[in-house]
């Protein structure tokens, strides 16, 4: 099967319709990612067809959860996941991806500007270099401890915003570890077709 059948399988069984530009753009970012891993080290995975689960789907899954978003900030976004395949489906959410290393945010201007992603920018350092900007959605995936990434990420959410952590198997002892000030909304079970483990999403709000 091609990566294309491939997405637009996954895009199907997700319920997503995409036009066919923003398809396009998906499989080019995979391109990119595959291009730029040589020399950057961007992914662990090096087989394409597990790039369309783990990198395309798995990250098009935080789409529901930010529906009436306006503002996103992507935080340790790596090799940009969740952030760009997000950008590419939503065109008219703001987004700040930031990462402290300096590899990945050169990769990440480069996709931007190669995919024409005008509602995007990117910011290289730690939270801390992030000033005068605060998010509807503060985003991560696989970044750090839930703890650890709302107080790291307090300042910078909106009044009435809210954090969307993307996580493995359901973190329990992480959410038992959260400040007093973060508490939990809900835990979702999510199912990425075509990827054999297990996925949460877990909202979080300032109480």
Known sequence: MNHTQQLQNGLAEMGLSLTEDQQNKLIQYVELLKKWNKTYNLTALRDESLMISHHLLDSLTLLP??????????????????????????????????????KKTSFLQQAVIELGLDNVRVISGRVE?????????????????????????????????????????????EIDRLPDFATVDKVEEIHVPQLNAERHMVIMRKK
């Open 65 to 102: 959860y930010i529906e009436g978003a306006q503002t996103m900030l992507d935080v340790g976004s790596g090799g940009g996941q969740p952030g760009i395949p997000t950008a590419i489906c939503r065109p008219d959410l703001k987004i700040t991806l930031l990462d402290a290393n300096t």
């Open 129 to 173: 270099a992030v000033q005068d900007f605060q998010a509807d959605v503060i985003t991560s995936r696989a970044f750090a401890e839930l703890a650890d990434f709302v107080n790291w990420t307090a300042q910078l959410l909106k009044d009435g915003g809210y954090w969307a952590a993307m996580k493995g198997v359901f973190p329990q002892e």
